[in-house]
């Protein structure tokens, strides 16, 4: 990802806050949610097929809102699960007994 798409990134999770709240956007977009983007297109990613359609669901028209103000109207919202934004399980040893 170079300056230019980190910087877009930030402007559109910048609006989602203004547009959601600080708590609701933590709710919604915390560790466990990454977005990216390329040109016109931003690329919603979540750790679990739950969580994406918990989003796609109730945040979809937010997400392409913000997407088409910061890209242009021809902005597209694409969502995907990225397991490797689930939290690391505990080792076996680390348990308690």
């Given at each position: 990802?170079?300056?230019?798409?980190k910087?877009?990134?930030?402007?559109?999770?910048?609006?989602?806050?203004?547009?959601?709240?600080?708590?609701?956007?933590?709710?919604?977009?915390?560790?466990?949610?990454?977005?990216?983007?390329?040109?016109?297109?931003?690329?919603?990613?979540?750790?679990?097929?739950?969580r994406?359609?918990?989003?796609?669901?109730?945040?979809?028209?937010?997400?392409?809102?913000?997407?088409?103000?910061?890209l242009?109207?021809?902005?597209?919202?694409?969502?995907?699960?990225?397991e490797?934004?689930?939290?690391?399980?505990?080792?076996?040893?680390?348990?308690?007994?």
């Open positions: 990802m170079t300056n230019g798409d910087e877009i990134v930030s402007t559109i999770r910048s609006r989602l806050v203004d547009r959601l709240g600080g708590d609701r956007f933590e709710l919604w977009f915390g560790a466990s949610i990454n977005i990216t983007s390329t040109e016109s297109i931003v690329s919603v990613q979540a750790d679990s097929m739950f994406l359609e918990r989003l796609r669901k109730g945040l979809l028209g937010d997400i392409e809102a913000v997407a088409r103000d910061v242009g109207a021809s902005a597209e919202v694409e969502f995907s699960v990225d490797d934004l689930r939290e690391p399980k505990q080792a076996a040893s680390a348990r308690p007994a």
